[in-house]
Nanobody
């Protein structure tokens, strides 16, 4: 079992940067692909960016390409989401998620992910 805790959300202005962190419990977390998703009010949860278990591959949604990057620190059992040039439309609750089994490929499909954090709110004012 893996438990995920997100942090780093807050209120920022358009154009600002923010870094979210997803801290995990469990020794095998470093073997799992991880994704960041977000859900804005009244909208479905959507994929943002994902990283493979070894960090060698990332998948990025078109809406954030060139602005958001993902990385992982195995020693800290943490995955980071660096968000630059934030826009008001990036306002949402951001969730990190991990796939259930080791060494699976990273995907953008929400239902592929089994472990979820509680989410952290990001609000971007114009």
């Amino acid at each position: 079992q893996v438990q995920l805790v997100e942090s780093g959300g807050g209120l920022v202005q358009a154009g600002d940067s923010l870094r979210l962190a997803c801290a995990a419990s469990g020794r095998t977390f470093s073997q799992y692909p991880v994704g960041w998703f977000r859900q804005a009010p009244g909208k479905e949860r959507e994929f943002v960016v994902g990283i493979s278990w070894n960090g060698g591959r990332t998948v990025v949604a078109d809406s954030v390409k060139g602005r958001f990057t993902i990385s992982r620190d195995k020693a800290k059992n943490t995955v980071y989401l660096q968000m630059n040039s934030l826009k008001p439309e990036d306002t949402a609750v951001y969730y990190c998620a991990a796939r259930q089994s080791a060494y699976l490929p990273v995907t953008s499909t929400l239902t592929d992910y089994n472990f979820w954090g509680q989410g952290t709110q990001v609000t971007v004012s114009s």
